[in-house]
């Protein structure tokens, strides 16, 4: 593990490796059946109905969603309106191991991105509480993280995300601007057809 303070803040842990090939593999099996019961949809940003360059899918009581709306979380999927799938035990064991203090996820938000997908600077700031922190698992292709502090406009650092690294933002850190920059093609062979899988846990109601 290395702690990386960025602008002050302290909170920032990054796990290279925390999966290793085999957990990978089994990781995305459940991703897949996920998937094939919530569909990925094409989230759009509030008021301008500008698409992300993300597609995405939930898995927990609540679920996150992107449209012309707003943000927010939900119980069923935008498109199906069915119950989001429960969170993979192996997702739980993380977040006991690297949050054990803290109350269990209600959200895991599943991104994928396919090559030239990329994510801007933002905050996790829809939930209720941000006592718990936020943990994002990497799967498939390397991915430019960058993370900055609590200002859109403050400095920033980056570094690579590769498949099996998992970062918390906890503490201070919990609200620092984050984003990823881009997906490094080729970089992995977890996913066949290449792209990248990015699993956010979140507590989102106060317990």
């Known amino acids: 593990m290395q702690d990386i303070p960025i602008n002050g803040l302290t909170g920032l842990a990054y796990h290279p490796g925390y999966f290793d090939r085999t957990a990978q593999e089994h990781l995305l099996e459940q991703i897949r059946s996920i998937v094939a019961a919530a569909p990925l949809y094409q989230p759009v940003m509030p008021k301008t109905g500008k698409p992300f360059s993300v597609k995405m899918s939930n898995c927990g009581p609540l679920g996150w969603v992107s449209d012309i709306n707003g943000y927010r979380y939900q119980e069923?999927?935008?498109?199906?309106?069915?119950?989001?799938?429960?969170?993979?035990?192996?997702?739980?064991?993380?977040?006991?191991?690297?949050?054990?203090?803290?109350?269990?996820?209600?959200?895991?938000?599943?991104?994928?991105?396919?090559?030239?997908?990329?994510?801007?600077?933002?905050?996790?700031?829809?939930?209720?509480?941000?006592?718990?922190?936020?943990?994002?698992?990497?799967?498939?292709?390397?991915?430019?993280?960058?993370?900055?502090?609590?200002?859109?406009?403050?400095?920033?650092?980056?570094?690579?995300?590769?498949?099996?690294?998992?970062?918390?933002l906890g503490g201070d850190a919990r609200l620092a601007y984050h984003g990823i920059d881009r997906v490094l093609k080729g970089t992995s062979t977890l996913l066949k057809n290449g792209g990248r899988i990015n699993l956010t846990l979140r507590r989102v109601t106060k317990p």
């Open 76 to 168: 069923g999927h935008p498109a199906t309106g069915d119950a989001w799938p429960e969170i993979p035990e192996s997702l739980l064991a993380l977040w006991s191991d690297l949050a054990p203090e803290a109350p269990r996820p209600e959200a895991c938000l599943v991104n994928f991105y396919e090559p030239g997908a990329k994510m801007g600077l933002h905050q996790d700031r829809d939930e209720q509480t941000f006592a718990a922190p936020v943990i994002s698992v990497s799967l498939g292709d390397t991915a430019t993280f960058r993370v900055g502090g609590l200002k859109r406009t403050g400095p920033t650092r980056s570094f690579r995300l590769q498949s099996g690294d998992v970062v918390v």
